[in-house]
C-alpha cells in the first residue's frame, strides 16, 4: 500500500455566503505529523469540517484529493470509508446509541457489506484499546458521549481514532479540556497509530501537546489560510512570544475571518 497523501490547494469555503476560508493550501503524507495553530476565529474548525464534508460549508474554489482522488466528488461516508477521519473540537451527544454500537457501525459501514467485523474480534480490539486509553470499561455500554466529562469525550474520540484506523486524522483541539495524565494518555493514543500509512493534522492552541506528539512541521493560520510554517521550534515560539510577531512581520491588522476587515 502506498503511503496516504492528502493535498488541499487554493481552498476557498463559505458558510451562509461569507467567506471564511481563503486560499488554503496543505500538503501532507502518511508518517507524517503536522500541527495548525493559530488564534481564535481565523477558520481552524470550519477547514476541518470542510475537509469532512459538512454540508454547511460551501466549497466555492480550490481541490482537495486522497491519495490523487478528488474528496470534493466525495460524500460525508464515502470520506470515511477513503480513510479520513475528524475528531471534532466539540463532539456531539447521541441519545439511545451505545459507545459500542457506535463503534461497530462505523467499523462496518468503513468495511462494507459482507466485510463486517466479527463480534469477538470487535470486542477484543475495543477492549485492549479503552485499557490503553484508561477508559473505564462501563463506558462501552453508556450512550455515545452522553454525560461523558469534556475530557472523557476526548478520550472517546481517541479511541474512535484507534478503532477507525483511517489513512489521514484530523484532531481538533483534541488537548482542551484534558487534565496532564489525560493529555498523556491521550498523546499516547497518537503514537501508537504513528507509521507511514497514517498521517494526522493536529489543531491545537498549545505547545504543551506537541511536547508529547513531535510535529514534523507546524502551520499558523490566519484570515483562513497558513500564513506561515515552520518545524517544531516554531510551535515553542508562538509559546513564548504569542501571534502579534507574525502579524507585524506580515502586516496583518486583523488576523480573523467572517468580521468585516477594515
Ligand atoms: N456554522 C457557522 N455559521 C456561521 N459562522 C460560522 C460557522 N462556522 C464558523 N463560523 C465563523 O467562522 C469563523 C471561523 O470559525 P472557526 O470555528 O473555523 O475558528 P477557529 O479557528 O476554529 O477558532 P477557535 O480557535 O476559537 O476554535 C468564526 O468567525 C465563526 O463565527
Ligand atoms: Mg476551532
Avoid at 454500537?101 to 466485510?115: H, L, Q, T, Y
Wanted: overall charge negative.
Amino acid at each position: 500500500m502506498a503511503t496516504p497523501n492528502l493535498k488541499i490547494e487554493n481552498l476557498h469555503v463559505e458558510i451562509e455566503g461569507t467567506e471564511i476560508i481563503k486560499g488554503f493550501d496543505l500538503e501532507m503524507n502518511g508518517g507524517e505529523i503536522h500541527a495548525i495553530m493559530g488564534p481564535n476565529g481565523t477558520g481552524k474548525s470550519t477547514l476541518a469540517s470542510a475537509v469532512m464534508g459538512h454540508p454547511k460549508y460551501e466549497i466555492t474554489k480550490g481541490t482537495i484529493t486522497l491519495d490523487g482522488e478528488d474528496v470534493l466528488d466525495m460524500e460525508v461516508d464515502e470520506r470515511a470509508r477513503a480513510g479520513l477521519f475528524l475528531a471534532m473540537q466539540y463532539p456531539s451527544e447521541v441519545s439511545g446509541v451505545t459507545n459500542s454500537d457506535f463503534m461497530r457501525s462505523a467499523i462496518n459501514a468503513k468495511r462494507g457489506e459482507g466485510n463486517e467485523i466479527q463480534l469477538m474480534k470487535f470486542i477484543r480490539q475495543m477492549d485492549e484499546k479503552m485499557n490503553m486509553l484508561e477508559i473505564d470499561e462501563s463506558f462501552s455500554q453508556r450512550y455515545l458521549n452522553e454525560g461523558f466529562s469534556g475530557g472523557e469525550k476526548k478520550r472517546n474520540e481517541i479511541l474512535q481514532l484507534l478503532m477507525m484506523e483511517p489513512k489521514i486524522a484530523i484532531l481538533d483541539e483534541i488537548d482542551s479540556g484534558l487534565d496532564i495524565d489525560a493529555l498523556k494518555v491521550v498523546s499516547k493514543g497518537v503514537n501508537d497509530m504513528k507509521s507511514p500509512d497514517f498521517g494526522c493534522l493536529i489543531i491545537t492552541h498549545y505547545q504543551r501537546l506537541l511536547n508529547y506528539i513531535t510535529p514534523d512541521k507546524v502551520h499558523v493560520m490566519m484570515q483562513g489560510r497558513i500564513v506561515k510554517s515552520g518545524g517544531a521550534e516554531l510551535a515553542q515560539r508562538l509559546e513564548n512570544e504569542g501571534y502579534e510577531w507574525i502579524k507585524e512581520e506580515l502586516g496583518i491588522e486583523n488576523e480573523r475571518v467572517g468580521e468585516p476587515q477594515e
